[in-house]
């Protein structure tokens, strides 16, 4: 369902700022950056700033090398300097979306540290534990169907009712939950947004998101409970704890960022596997024993995190190349996790591919993804149990790509049809 056209022409680096570009399917889009980033290095691009009418210049950073060098010097390469997108956010959206991502230290180390401690393997045990009832029960749910959009029947709720019932939302306010963080990923896409302004809209959702963590929250404090929002607002240890807008901040990002990028991985793990068919009987075949290399490839090349950005401090030298001070440049995930000078026949989906050192969930340094250990075991959990319980599932269709205003944090897959054999849901004994 990938495939991008023989006489399509050798594309230059400014074709990667044009927003239908991130609209391809994913084998034709990395196709055309392996060609960029064989051209030569950090790229300068140019994209619309539609909050200001004004053009943004960046670099892109596309090879394995550039990504991690840049990810390891912090001190070099701040995020804090606006946002971690390539547009910075005005004020009012920085109180919805400014979370720890987009700050540096001391600010960045006091806010990740406090989340982490609620966030280690030993502390997350009892959601890994849950990650598998909820996913058959979402199984359950689309099982006796047949043919499914597979975003809309598991990809999307099963991640995002993970992270629900890790922070204690009930499932009452779960159509809020998906509705509001939709609308923030999807803000350029009319069919998400309709006719609303878009940054009106995001505002509006960070609010209503907001205002949900704040008003559990506070529940919270006078009625703990077993729930990551619980161990956030009590502290017995005299440790330094997080300021509710601080909460609301990481709550959106929870929401949005570790719904959306776990759920884009899983949506093109089944089309990596449905275009792959001797691998994905490889699996099927030892579903435990391949599941960690498996997992860690469909991240690879799926890389649902297109870009992170960074901005110099100071002058400074990555590979010949000068930055001066004030100087953006993009992290371009993907295009690190296909470099050939890095990874063997990259372009080839391998699920016994081992080592695999690619920065799918971000490069060296501080900002290494804090959830990687959940969306491992999320990723895990929901192709084991599909591959087990539906498994003739493969993708019926081509892929929907969510329309962008620009470049995409997450190029998110919006709906991609699916088929299988209907089967019976466990709570009817099946």
């Known amino acids: 369902m990938d495939d991008v056209t023989a006489d399509a022409p050798d594309p230059g680096p400014q074709e990667m700022a044009r927003p239908g570009f991130w609209h391809l399917p994913l084998a034709g889009r990395m196709a055309r950056i392996a ?17 200001e009418g004004s053009d943004i210049r960046f670099h892109a950073a596309l090879r394995y090398s550039e990504v991690t060098e840049i990810s390891r010097r912090p001190l070099d390469f701040c995020s804090g300097r606006g946002t971690t ?16 991502i987009a700050m540096d230290d001391p600010r960045h180390a006091r806010q990740r540290a406090i989340v982490s401690r609620s966030f280690t393997p030993r502390a997350l045990q009892g959601v890994l534990d849950s990650v598998e009832r909820i996913c058959d029960e979402v199984i359950d749910g689309m099982c006796e169907q047949g043919d499914v959009d597979f975003v809309a029947a598991f990809a999307e709720p099963f991640p995002l009712l ?68 619980t161990a956030l607002v009590h502290n017995d240890l005299d440790d330094d704890m997080l300021t509710p807008e601080e909460l609301a901040s990481f709550f959106i990002l929870l929401a949005v960022a570790g719904n959306d990028t776990t759920r884009n991985a899983i949506s093109h793990g089944l089309g990596l596997l449905s275009d792959n068919p001797g691998q994905r009987r490889l699996w099927q075949e030892d579903l435990p024993g391949l599941a960690r290399t498996a997992v860690e490839e469909i991240v690879r090349m799926a890389s649902p995190v297109v870009f992170m950005r960074r901005t110099a401090t ?29 990874f063997e026949d990259p372009e080839r989906f391998d699920i016994r591919r081992d080592p695999n050192p690619h920065v799918g969930f971000g490069g060296p340094g501080p900002h290494f993804c804090l959830g990687a250990h959940l969306a491992r075991r999320e990723i895990t959990v929901a192709f084991t149990r599909l591959l087990s319980r539906l498994p ?39």
């Not at 960029?36 to 909050?51: D, E, K, S």
């Not at 997108?85 to 720890?100: K, V």
């Not at 890790?166 to 939709?182: C, D, H, K, W, Y």
């Not at 929907?400 to 944090?409: A, R």
């Open 314 to 342: 100071r002058d400074a030298a990555i590979g010949g190349h000068l930055f001066r001070e004030g100087d953006k440049v993009a992290m371009f995930y993907g295009a690190a996790n296909r470099d050939p000078a890095v």
């Open 162 to 229: 993970v992270i629900c019932d890790m922070m204690g939302i009930p499932r009452s306010q779960f159509e809020t939950v998906l509705r509001a963080t939709n609308i923030i990923l999807g803000a350029g896409d009319p069919e998400v947004v309709g006719t609303d302004d878009v940054f009106a809209a995001m505002i509006r959702a960070g609010m209503e998101l907001a205002a949900l963590m704040n008003d559990l929250a506070a529940h919270r404090r006078a009625h703990p409970r077993d729930d990551l929002t």
């Open 85 to 100: 997108n390539l547009i910075d956010l005005p004020s009012e959206a920085l109180e919805f979306f400014g979370s720890f």
């Open 392 to 430: 003739d599932l493969e993708v019926a269709g081509e892929a929907v790509y969510l329309q962008s205003l620009g470049i995409p944090l997450v190029a998110g897959v919006k709906r991609l049809p699916a088929r299988f054999s209907p089967a019976a849901p466990l709570s009817a004994g099946g």
């Open 35 to 51: 060609t960029i980033r064989a051209a030569g290095p950090f790229p300068l691009l140019t994209i619309g700033n539609p909050l």
